[in-house]
């Protein structure tokens, strides 16, 4: 299981994920089309081109999930209970078809569960990059971690 089981995190700790993904204008239009969003801002390229950006913009909500999806094998790929929420959720710049999106998580908090003493919470920031170095979003997460089992009789004796 590559995700990490909360003892595992330590506040500071910085993940950068590989590889990074490039967005392509069919990720675009399905995403807007299959969430029902029909923006003419994502979809119309001649509505686009009447803009402040003169093409059409990635559905945000596509660019935050490309985001955590990226940061899901070096963090929580098998090891999440689930996601407690989201905050701070921030797209700083836009993104358009043909960028490439790079990521990296910071935690930011650890603590056990209170009423769950298997699990612990980890927060976790969120940071994706153009191919330009722009921050392009960012978002805190919060996330109820597995801990790790304790060893079994078996483990113990080899």
Request: hydrophobic share 40%; glycine share 8%.
């Amino acid at each position: 299981m590559p995700g990490r089981y909360f003892e595992e995190f330590t506040v500071g700790q910085v993940f950068r994920h590989e590889p990074g993904r490039t967005v392509t204008e069919m990720d675009n239009v399905l995403f807007s089309t299959l969430t029902m969003n029909p923006q003419p801002l994502h979809l119309d390229h001649e509505f686009a081109k009447t803009t402040v950006f003169g093409r059409p913009l990635v559905n945000s909500l596509f660019t935050l999930g490309l985001l955590v999806g990226l940061s899901v094998r070096d963090t929580t790929l098998g090891s999440t209970v689930g996601n407690l929420g989201f905050e701070r959720v921030e797209f700083p710049a836009p993104v358009f078809a043909g960028d490439t999106i790079y990521a990296e998580t910071e935690v930011v908090a650890v603590r056990p569960s209170r009423s769950h003493p298997e699990w612990g919470l980890v927060t976790f920031e969120h940071r994706a990059t153009n191919q330009r170095g722009e921050v392009v979003a960012r978002c805190r997460r919060a996330a109820m971690m597995l801990r790790r089992p304790a060893p079994t009789g078996a483990d113990r004796d080899g």
